[in-house]
């Protein structure tokens, strides 16, 4: 261990300049910062054998203004570009070297690490921002008729470079405009948005709808990521997102009661049954198409009554891993409704998060290690359960007796208040940690309860046989089948391609040892080269029979995405060229 | 009203003769019977002008054998037939008359009318009994090759012309060797079960499952369809069927984490994860597909902990059928999950049944009166819990309070027991009406909450404005966003044209006034023509790549189903071609 020296490292405290590269790839707002504590930046230190003196100097900020090289000269013609300036308006079209950056990059390591080398992937031509759906059917049946590539920028958050263009072309902007709500039903108890608002403007409108829409009730739309201020509700169908609290409320597939799309293949809106007996639903065919088959216009989604008061948290210490899993998959299958947050950490992700929080050490601590509770075993549960009165209670009730069963003592509260707090702002310390060099990513997948302990030793004892990687992993998205599990992996990479040669090794350890290629970051471009192995040939055909039908000319976010056509996007490794992109 | 005389029809209690007509359009057992009771055979009566006399004589019973016309040659040549008896052994090819009609024949009202006037529609050429998948895999493949049709019978309880063939070709019967457990997996609380497996078959076995798998806990499979005693699992995913549990258990559809099936472009199993990100679902592109894409061969479903003792009743009176929508609305809203059976009658239906049940007119009835619970006007409520006991409770409670504040009275738990016990015997009195040229039919829709009262009433219009004909509605399946409307009308027709010409009107007037073209009993031949028109012709397009990547030669149950190719099935309206077929 290195001694503690009272040194605080020099986080970044300034808010990156307009245009450039950092603007881009920092998350979410722009003066918002949250940095290690001091007890993470020793564990840092130790884990990377580093000293105060490496925390001084920050590298590759990215705080040049963004120019883009020779190589990504515009493929559009002039007269088409005049042509979509004719649809949308000049005020909502950009082709500036910014712009064409930003609206090109998400949130994936590789293009952090690209753009901190002031350099960026394939580019769009042009960042178009339509007003309304026949800005979008004009520019898609054009785009169809020249052969124009059109992307999809939402909130620009994926992480499986899902907004990354491969041929220039059209990028088109949902935000802007097209953020709107366009109907709140009540009877019904859903709403009807645009497909480019953000997760913030939703659920403002809907805990406030006595007010705002002279509604009977509150309304909570159950949807909240990690990326829930920055991304947006069309990014969460169309990628398949999970929210923290889909254990109770559901995945966000499981909220949508219709989409309306603009394809090559014409435009349409699925039918806003409950329940139908009519076919394969075309709502479901749609749902995870990641922008392959069409553009999302409008969404009506299921909401739910906003009763916060009934909220009841909780928190346990397990001796084990093995007995926080056991415990709640029976809590999954117990019958009685779920908590909307749940949420295990393994043996490291605990040890860190109790540093984090400052208990590591402390009185309680050492009184919870003598019964029996052991660093590197013990594992936190936190969560907190809510719905109508009685069935939180009931389910806490619940909760406590399955847990206390399995040997878990009870923490209060006050962990899940200490996380709620920070709930979104975990991804903030990327910046700080990369400006040192660090790379934390994170790769997630689902499984099925009887492989949960097969993913999990294998994926870990991967990442984890690499010299100085930690590896936390939660589970935080509960079915009666299964769960998740949530790999967060903190090392340093010498270069992009060794970090991508990781990252691919991990991926396949997950695939082999019987996890699915995602549970909830979607596909992209990212492991579009996987998907096809993972499906099997005959499913992967389902798949390109849909592209083929809904874009014959492969207009959609080409590229890879999905696996769907050629894919841009590989992994360098052993006997491949080396991207020169240093990371140390 | 005609006057109580004591006489009691000449109801049939005979079964029918192994080789007859009857037995193969006779609901359920053999030898099992529910007649009407003395109250609803006055009904019938006054309603339709009848006296005892026209009781005494039942006609068109189709107890002749099976015998098919010359026109239902073989299609077949015998170089295939002899190939196909060399994939499955001579013992398991039929291709005698009974055998053809039997397993080309559904339970649609059509389709009894025809075999009552001992004939049929087309039949298959030949009945195979597959053994296994492999079995399946290469009458697949050779089918494919000559382009024969291929049909799949499971239960044989579609009343949409779900099993009707078309054009001769091969039916697989998937009930005779295709109907065995695979894989219980008590972990991740699932079962894996071949297609061709019947309801209390699976049933049993997940109830008996610590004595009979070794399980610590009974299961239950949470599926029960007024079929359920004679329809399989196959059956109710690939038609979206939904049990009368559905509100909690959910529908067919929802129960589904992973099929298999064999199809002329492969076959596959989809992946069996509880969630995935990894683009649109092969599993759910394949629910409903209803044998169009090809042969599902075995599914894994979500199971239940079985905890019978936990079932807690009510029922209620509602002054009006809006109150007591209102009252499901808002239990289905409530936060609080779901009651497992929740079931209202409208006013019609609710004066059917307690007349049925023998509670019209007691002093029970006089009291409930002067409450200002009015026949014609009043609604039964029935329904039961279930789950763990503390949510079972507290969904009990909540549900008493709703409906309490709705003006609602609470009648006890015991019309709910008396409707257990019939819940699966109704289908049997279809028989009896018939034998005496009245006919009883079942037509159904889902709704959302804001457009159920104009469908309900508009539908309701329609089928009253018929002289002599009763319509009783009610709602089983409950959502937050809406609920189904099963209508059940009973009138006498002069021919078979005329009673399809009625039910054409009825089926138009549901989707005219915004209900969806099904709710659970899937599209099949029937209403195949309606569909294109429901989905609109972009949405009917995806589902027809679908079909053409599946099944590019048509061979998959040809003739219509869900509107994929050329249906043969058509509605013989003025203008066209009466059938020729009496029904009075």
């Not at 805990?207 to 909240?224: D, E, I, M, S, V």
């Not at 999990?456 to 004892?461: D, H, L, S």
């Amino acid at each position: 261990m290195t001694k503690k020296t009272g040194f605080q490292p020099n986080w970044r405290e300034t808010a990156p300049e307009a245009l450039s590269f950092r603007s881009i790839f920092k998350w979410g707002a722009p003066a918002v910062f949250k940095h290690p504590n001091a007890r993470l930046f020793e564990l840092l230190k130790s884990t990377f054998s580093l000293n105060d003196e490496d925390f001084k100097k920050r590298s590759r900020e990215g705080d040049e203004n963004v120019v883009l090289t020779s190589e990504c000269h515009r493929k559009l013609s002039t007269e088409q570009a005049r042509f979509l300036e004719n649809i949308v308006g000049k005020e909502n079209i950009q082709s500036d070297d910014y712009s064409r950056v930003k609206f090109s990059t998400g949130k994936t390591m590789e293009e952090i690490i690209l753009l901190r080398n002031t350099t960026s992937g394939d580019v769009c031509d042009l960042a178009v921002h339509p007003r309304n759906k026949s800005d979008i059917q004009k520019i898609v049946a054009y785009a169809h008729e020249w052969q124009i590539p059109v992307y999809v920028y939402g909130g620009g958050t994926s992480v499986t470079l899902g907004t990354r263009p491969v041929r220039g072309g059209i990028t088109l902007v949902m935000t802007t405009h097209m953020n709107r709500v366009i109907e709140f039903n009540e009877t019904n108890q859903t709403i009807t948005v645009e497909s480019g608002i953000l997760g913030p403007d939703l659920e403002r409108v809907l805990n406030q709808a006595p007010r705002l829409l002279g509604a009977r009730h509150a309304y909570t739309c159950g949807h909240f990521p990690q990326s829930f201020e920055f991304s947006t509700a069309g990014g969460w169908i169309v990628t398949k997102g999970s929210g923290q609290m889909s254990s109770y409320y559901g995945d966000a597939c499981d909220m949508v009661i219709s989409q309306e799309y603009v394809t090559p293949a014409g435009s349409f809106k699925t039918l806003d049954y409950p329940s139908t007996a009519t076919g394969p639903m075309i709502n479901d065919i749609m749902k995870g198409s990641e922008g392959a088959f069409g553009v999302l216009i409008s969404v009506t989604l299921k909401i739910f009554q906003y009763q916060p008061g009934n909220r009841k948290r909780f928190s346990y210490f397990f001796r084990s891993f093995s007995e926080a899993i056991t415990a709640c998959r029976e809590i999954s299958q117990g019958g009685f409704g779920m908590p909307s947050v749940l949420r295990i950490s393994d043996p490291e992700e605990t040890w860190v998060g109790l540093k984090q929080h400052g208990i590591e050490g402390t009185l309680l601590d050492r009184f919870v290690v003598r019964k029996g509770y052991i660093p590197f075993e013990r594992c936190l549960l936190i969560g907190h359960t809510e719905g109508e009165s009685g069935f939180s209670r009931n389910v806490y009730k619940m909760i406590k007796k399955i847990c206390t069963c399995h040997g878990a003592m009870s923490l209060t509260g006050y962990p899940v208040k200490k996380w709620e707090k920070s709930k979104f702002a975990d991804p903030y310390m990327r910046e700080d940690l990369n400006d040192f060099g660090i790379v934390i990513d994170t790769l997630e997948t689902a499984v099925t309860w009887d492989k949960l302990h097969r993913v999990y030793t294998e994926v870990r004892t991967y990442i984890t046989s690499r010299p100085q990687t930690l590896c936390l992993t939660h589970c935080s998205h509960f079915y009666p089948q299964g769960t998740n599990l949530y790999f967060i992996f903190i090392g340093r990479f010498p270069t992009l391609d060794d970090y991508k040669s990781f990252q691919l090794g991990v991926i396949e350890q997950i695939v082999k040892s019987g996890g699915s290629l995602s549970h909830h970051h979607g596909v992209g471009k990212m492991t579009a080269t996987l998907i096809g192995k993972h499906l099997g040939k005959e499913q992967m055909a389902v798949l390109k029979a849909l592209k083929a039908h809904f874009d014959p000319k492969g207009i959609m976010n080409p590229g890879g995405t999905l696996g769907l056509d050629q894919c841009v996007h590989e992994y360098h490794t052993t006997g491949a060229a080396p991207i020169n992109v240093k990371l140390l």
